[in-house]
């Protein structure tokens, strides 16, 4: 049955190249949309919404919730009692809400041990301990799910895919850090898209950042140098970093982001730094792909998943935690500018099984 997915693993891993294939070719695919995947980040700035951050995530995750929860416990009402075949049914179910196989695998033989330890034999039972054990193996990745903004002055450098929303989580972050108080300066080291730098300056319009920029096709390190001195002069606590996002050549991506990085080393020694990789949420399992690159070519610190709200798919954030062991920090749950928010662990499997 289903079984024979997990007995293909092997090949899975055989393929890795082929996967990092298909993300270059989709990330070729997302420049050719150019300006329409602009126009698209654009227009996402709405008023702000009066619901709460659980509510709001819990809204956000309703696809994901019933695309997967529901089903579990339409699984668990058709059976009797709790054997191999209900085991074979849930993973049917974890790996098609794109929590990835290798991950899947082991939450399942966890609930299956903790069934035969607690002696449980009434399937009801099983979503409780499912929950529980989703939970504990994202909790043992030991990595912090905060932002790491403190203690002042922070440089956060933000990388990821064209399209994936990296121009949107710049403008929503810039925007809940003025709110807290804190002088903010955006530098726009995308310089490869003269759409990204427009749309970086409405965003900085818009929250009431700094913004610093230089012509399109520029040197990306030389745009951070500037935004760098910028951010000493004026005492700014936070320098927000847009890098550009392709992934035609893994060479030539690691030359570019190890420059800027070098740079802020270089010149910023006393910032505390945080590297954020911005994933689409929608794209499932290539998003893990994605993840694979970037943390090939860079020391990534925290991932920030947009259109949460979007997908059925939300079950990646499982995988990227547990399996690559890469804390997410921000979610995008909404379109509203105060739709970016930190995640929790326990918020986030709560409001999917809740």
């Excluded at 929860?69 to 009692?81: F, H, N, Q, R, V």
């Excluded at 990296?166 to 972050?173: A, D, E, H, V, Y």
Aim: proline share 2%; glycine share 6%; charged share 35%.
């Amino acid at each position: 049955m289903f079984k024979n997915l997990f007995k293909r693993k092997n090949k899975e891993d055989k393929s890795k190249e082929k996967e990092e294939r298909k993300v270059v070719t989709e990330e070729i695919e997302r420049d050719e949309l150019g300006t329409k995947v602009d126009e698209r980040e654009r227009l996402d700035i709405k008023e702000e919404s009066n619901l709460s951050f659980f509510d709001k995530l819990k809204v956000g995750l309703d696809k994901t919730r019933k695309g997967m929860t529901e089903k579990i416990d339409a699984i668990l009402k058709s059976y009797g009692k709790v054997d191999e075949e209900l085991f074979d049914d849930l993973e049917e179910i974890l790996v098609t809400a794109d929590i990835g196989i290798n991950t899947t695998m082991e939450i399942i033989d966890r609930l299956r041990d903790r069934v035969k330890v607690e002696k449980v034999t009434e399937p009801d039972r099983v979503k409780g301990l499912l929950k529980e054990e989703i939970k504990e193996i994202m909790k043992e990745a030991r990595k912090e799910n905060s932002l790491s903004i403190e203690p002042l002055p922070v440089v956060i450098l933000v990388v990821g895919v064209n399209g994936a929303g990296k121009t949107t989580t710049i403008g929503k972050l810039s925007y809940n850090l003025k709110n807290e108080g804190k002088k903010v300066i955006i530098a726009a080291g995308d310089t490869f898209r003269a759409a990204a730098i427009e749309q970086l300056e409405e965003w900085s319009n818009r929250s009431g950042a700094d913004f610093i920029s230089h012509r399109e096709g520029s040197d990306p390190a030389a745009v951070i140098f500037d935004g760098i001195q910028a951010a000493k002069a004026r005492k700014a606590d936070v320098l927000i970093c847009d890098t550009a996002g392709r992934l035609h050549n893994k060479k030539n991506l690691m030359n570019e982001l190890n420059k800027i990085f070098r740079v802020v080393d270089r010149e910023y020694p006393e910032a505390q730094k945080e590297v954020l990789l911005v994933l689409d949420a929608t794209t499932g399992q290539n998003a893990i792909s994605q993840a694979k690159v970037f943390k090939e070519v860079c020391d990534i610190t925290g991932v920030v998943l947009t259109k949460l709200d979007g997908t059925a798919k939300g079950g990646v954030v499982i995988a990227l935690q547990s399996e690559l062991g890469l804390p997410v920090k921000l979610v995008g749950i909404g379109e509203k500018i105060d739709d970016l928010q930190e995640f929790n662990v326990d918020d986030f499997v709560e409001a999917i099984f809740n």
